[in-house]
């Protein structure tokens, strides 16, 4: 199993920005694919981007593209969410996600990630 330990909760207003980190440990980092998640009450968990193992492939959500961008340090054990032109209805707890799976794959389901991060809460103001 890998810790993941979010950080980077805010509130901020409506266009502004801002960046979560998610440090992870106990196992090699860079054998697992990452991704990023998102709650708000009352709706399902899902995936906002995804980072394969080596960072060569990536995912976002319809609704983030454009805006959000996400990276990874496998020498900082360390995988990032930079959000840009917040709107309120990014508003919702955020989780990090590792998978041990393809080098080359960026996994986008909640079913595909077997560890997770305790979750860190992002407000966006209108």
């Known amino acids: 199993q890998v810790q993941l330990v979010e950080s980077g909760e805010g509130l901020v207003q409506a266009g502004g920005s801002l960046r979560l980190s998610c440090a992870a440990s106990?196992?090699?980092?860079?054998?697992?694919?990452m991704g990023w998640f998102r709650q708000a009450p009352g709706k399902e968990r899902e995936c906002v981007a995804a980072?394969?193992?080596?960072?060569?492939?990536?995912y976002y959500a319809d609704s983030v593209k454009g805006r959000f961008t996400i990276s990874r340090d496998n020498a900082k054990n360390t995988v990032y969410l930079q959000m840009n032109s917040l709107e309120p209805e990014d508003t919702a707890i955020y989780y990090c996600?590792?998978?041990?799976?393809?080098?080359?794959?960026?996994?986008?389901?909640?079913?595909?990630?077997?560890?997770w991060g305790q979750g860190t809460q992002v407000t966006v103001s209108s």
């Open positions: 996600a590792a998978k041990d799976g393809s080098i080359r794959i960026a996994y986008r389901r909640t079913y595909e990630y077997n560890n």
């Open positions: 106990g196992r090699t980092f860079s054998n697992y694919a």
């Open positions: 980072i394969s193992r080596g960072g060569t492939v990536t």
